[in-house]
């Protein structure tokens, strides 16, 4: 099993930056994406960003100019940028990660397994 701990959420005024990271940790052969989804108040969960294990990354248009992620593969770590924050990144980020298991390293088709955070909260004031 994979387990995900973020942290770095915070109250930052409007303009400023803040950085989230998120930590696997567990029994895996492979974590393949990592990315960060957030939900506002009476919103659906949206995707922020997602980077895969060789680096290619994809950010939603929100805030692909001010957001930038990032990744330690060494440390099973993914990072989130945030800059000129608006009221409107209010919301629980969450890090998400598609991992493979030691138990499907034989498999011809390994599952794509998904486990998530307990998220952090971003609090942006005007």
């Not at 598609?98 to 599952?111: A, G, L, Y």
Request: glycine share 8%.
């Amino acid at each position: 099993q994979v387990h995900l701990v973020e942290s770095g959420g915070d109250l930052v005024k409007a303009g400023g930056s803040l950085s989230l990271s998120c930590a696997a940790s567990g029994r895996f052969f492979r974590i393949n994406d990592m990315g960060w989804y957030r939900q506002a108040p009476g919103k659906q969960r949206e995707l922020v960003a997602i980077i895969s294990d060789n680096g290619a990354k994809r950010s939603a248009d929100a805030v692909k100019d001010r957001f930038t992620i990032s990744r330690d593969n060494a440390k099973n770590t993914v990072y989130l940028q945030m800059n000129n924050l608006k009221p409107e990144d209010t919301a629980v980020y969450y890090c998400n990660a598609i991992w493979m298991s030691i138990d499907d390293i034989r498999q011809t088709k390994p599952r794509n397994l998904e486990v998530w955070g307990q998220g952090t909260l971003v609090t942006v004031s005007s």
